[in-house]
């Protein structure tokens, strides 16, 4: 890249000086390929970032839905056997693309434009550098239809083992985002994680027993959205997008706290020097003030871009932490730990709820 730093994230127009990188810079690829995911999540990124991004560059963005956790093997299997990469730019879980980077398969993305103006929030935790760069968080909240609870929110997640919900709890289909929150209502404490987590599985089994649904991302908004749940463990993403359908939907922060945890975006090695030029300033785009704006309020996130006004109905929102020091009343598990141990705790969820 040499002194190729990248182009104004607010503009994205392709750079005028000639510099060693303004070769690559005109010689743009066909499209450019980003991991994503469905519903919401796809629209907010079309909207706030690959749109434009088009417009300005007029590269063409295919938004690949792939399983998140797939992409990363995908990728280096192509770096193995020196193929291409399968997508540019891999927008994926924090902790997706920290195990991405740690096996070596992700470029340092320190040259781009923008980095100096974020959060701390941002910046990798457990790498070296800039293997990847955060782009909003978000808190698994205990999301609710209003209807089951006429005389005000839940205010504890032992809801979620409430026999009057059975068959009406939902829960992601790996556990994600509710092994802390399990933890500390189970009676354990975060200190304790990951070397005893027997409150975690004591308190699962607990639901378990509850007959909970296991989905994704849409099948959150679906079901909130079709009435076909009281209490869930959810984005607030998920929950937002059934709301602004119509559904009467609701979340809380209960008073055990709930868990909160990054996105981030990634770029991964083997693509042509092209490629990868344009791939970082998607990445520019995504983390600056005018791409972080949209992008984010349409998904109803926090934004690593400070001082940005959040939609008006987030607003004071504690499941919507704008700040810093709004991070330190959730509960948040080290980024090393759950690279360490999130996967297995997959496998023992998926033993635990029987389908594995």
């Known amino acids: 890249m040499g002194s190729a730093a990248g182009i104004a994230a607010s503009t994205l127009a392709a750079p005028a000086i000639l510099t060693p990188g303004a070769a690559l810079a005109q010689d743009k690829p066909r499209e450019l390929k980003v991991r994503t995911w469905g519903g919401v999540w796809l629209e907010s990124l079309q909207k706030g970032v690959s749109e434009p991004f088009s417009r ?27 193929r291409a990469p399968p997508v540019h730019v891999d927008w994926n879980t924090t902790i997706n693309a920290s195990k991405l980077a740690l096996e070596g398969a992700t470029e340092d993305l320190g ?22 760069v955060n782009t909003y968080s978000y808190v698994y909240a205990l999301a609710y239809r209003e209807e089951a609870f006429p005389h005000g929110p839940p205010d504890s997640w032992q809801v979620m083992v409430d026999p009057r919900h059975r068959g009406r709890v939902a829960l992601f289909d790996d556990g994600i985002g509710f092994y802390s929150s399990a933890q500390v209502a189970g009676g354990g404490t975060m200190a304790q ?51 602004l359908k119509g559904a009467a939907v609701a979340w809380t922060v209960p008073k055990e706290s709930a868990e909160y945890d990054t996105d981030g975006m990634c770029v991964p090695k083997g693509l042509p020097e092209n490629e990868l030029y344009w791939a970082k300033r998607y990445v520019e785009r995504a983390i600056s003030k005018q791409g972080q704006q949209v992008w984010c309020n349409g998904l109803g996130l926090p934004p690593v871009y400070p001082g940005l006004k ?47």
């Open 56 to 82: 300005a560059t007029g590269i063409p963005v295919t938004h690949l839905v792939m399983e998140d956790y797939l992409t990363g093997d995908k990728i280096v299997e192509a770096l193995k056997a020196g």
């Open 111 to 132: 040259d781009i434009a923008g980095l100096d103006k974020l959060m701390p929030v941002a910046r990798p935790e457990g790498v070296k550098g800039w293997l990847l």
């Open 193 to 243: 994680i990951p070397d005893d987590m027997s409150a975690c599985w004591a308190f699962l089994e607990k639901v378990k027993a509850n007959k909970p649904l296991l989905g994704k991302d849409p099948d959150f908004t679906t079901w909130l959205e079709r009435g076909e749940v009281d209490v869930c463990c959810t984005v607030t993403a998920d929950a937002r997008a059934a709301r």
């Open 310 to 356: 959040p939609p008006p109905d987030l607003e004071g929102d504690p499941a919507y932490p704008a700040t810093e020091a709004d991070l330190k009343h959730l509960l948040k598990i080290p980024v090393p730990v759950l690279v360490a141990h999130q996967f297995d705790w997959y496998a023992r969820f998926h033993k635990l709820m029987g389908d594995g």
